[in-house]
T-cell receptor, first 115, second 115 residues
Framework: EAGVAQSPRYKIIEKRQSVAFWCNPISGHATLYWYQQILGQGPKLLIQFQNNGVVDDSQLPKDRFSAERLKGVDSTLKIQPAKLEDSAVYLC?????????????FGPGTRLTVT | AQSVTQLDSQVPVFEEAPVELRCNYSSSVSVYLFWYVQYPNQGLQLLLKYLSGSTLVKGINGFEAEFNKSQTSFHLRKPSVHISDTAEYFCAVSGFSNTGNQFYFGTGTSLTVIP
C-alpha cells in the first residue's frame, strides 16, 4: 500500500513570505494530522482532521497558519506570513479511524527554512 | 494533561552491545504508548506499541519495551545493536481525555552505534 505523500520535500523562503504544503494520506484513512518538528524536539501536533472536519487545532497559531481538507482526502497547510521561528520539518500523518488512533503513519516531511 | 519525558537526549553505544532508551510519561487517563524511529531525512516509523495486555511488547528490528504502570515508564531495549540502528527514537503517549484524543511525543533520544 502506498504511504503518506508530502510535497515539496524542501522549501526555502524569506520571512513574511507565504508557503503551502500538501499531504496525501493513505487511502481509506479518515484521520489526518499535521505536526511541526523543530530541530532537536519531538513532533508537536498542529491540527487534526477527522474526514474534512477539524477535531483539534488548539496548538495551531491561527494568526498565520491555516489548514484545510476540503474533500476529506488531501490536505494543505499554509503559513502566511512566515517567521524565522517557523523553520522546522512539517510532518503529515494519517490513521484509519479517530477512535482507534493507535497507530499513525507518517510521511517523509517537508523541511522549511525561513531566512 | 499528558506528557512524555525521554531522559537521555543522546546515547552512544558500541555495536553488538545492549541498549536501553528511557521513557517516562504522566497522564490522568488510560494511555496507549508507542516508540517511533526516525532515520535521517525520513518520516517516523512505528517500532512498537502498548495498548493493553502483556506488559512486554515486542516490535520490529529486535526491539522490545516494557510497560510499567507503577513507575509510569515504557523503556525501549535491544539486546544487541547494529550500525543500522543509528537513528532518533521518539516515545509517544496517546489517550482520551475530556478534550478528545491527544497524542504527545517526547523530545527524542539520538542513538549512535559505534563500530
Amino acid at each position: 500500500e502506498a504511504g503518506v505523500a508530502q510535497s515539496p520535500r524542501y522549501k526555502i523562503i524569506e520571512k513574511r513570505q507565504s508557503v503551502a504544503f500538501w499531504c496525501n494520506p493513505i487511502s481509506g484513512h479518515a484521520t489526518l494530522y499535521w505536526y511541526q518538528q523543530i530541530l532537536g524536539q519531538g513532533p508537536k501536533l498542529l491540527i487534526q482532521f477527522q474526514n474534512n472536519g477539524v477535531v483539534d487545532d488548539s496548538q495551531l497559531p491561527k494568526d498565520r497558519f491555516s489548514a484545510e481538507r476540503l474533500k476529506g482526502v488531501d490536505s494543505t497547510l499554509k503559513i502566511q506570513p512566515a517567521k524565522l521561528e517557523d523553520s522546522a520539518v512539517y510532518l503529515c500523518a494519517s490513521s484509519f479511524d479517530r477512535a482507534q488512533t493507535y497507530e499513525q503513519y507518517f510521511g517523509p516531511g517537508t523541511r522549511l527554512t525561513v531566512t | 494533561a499528558q506528557s512524555v519525558t525521554q531522559l537521555d537526549s543522546q546515547v552512544p553505544v558500541f555495536e553488538e552491545a545492549p541498549v536501553e532508551l528511557r521513557c517516562n510519561y504522566s497522564s490522568s487517563v488510560s494511555v496507549y504508548l508507542f516508540w517511533y524511529v526516525q532515520y535521517p531525512n525520513q518520516g517516523l516509523q512505528l517500532l512498537l506499541k502498548y495498548l493493553s495486555g502483556s506488559t512486554l511488547v515486542k516490535g520490529i528490528n529486535g526491539f522490545e519495551a516494557e510497560f510499567n504502570k507503577s513507575q509510569t515508564s515504557f523503556h525501549l531495549r535491544k539486546p544487541s545493536v547494529h550500525i543500522s540502528d543509528t537513528a532518533e527514537y521518539f516515545c509517544a503517549v496517546s489517550g482520551f481525555s475530556n478534550t478528545g484524543n491527544q497524542f504527545y511525543f517526547g523530545t527524542g533520544t539520538s542513538l549512535t552505534v559505534i563500530p
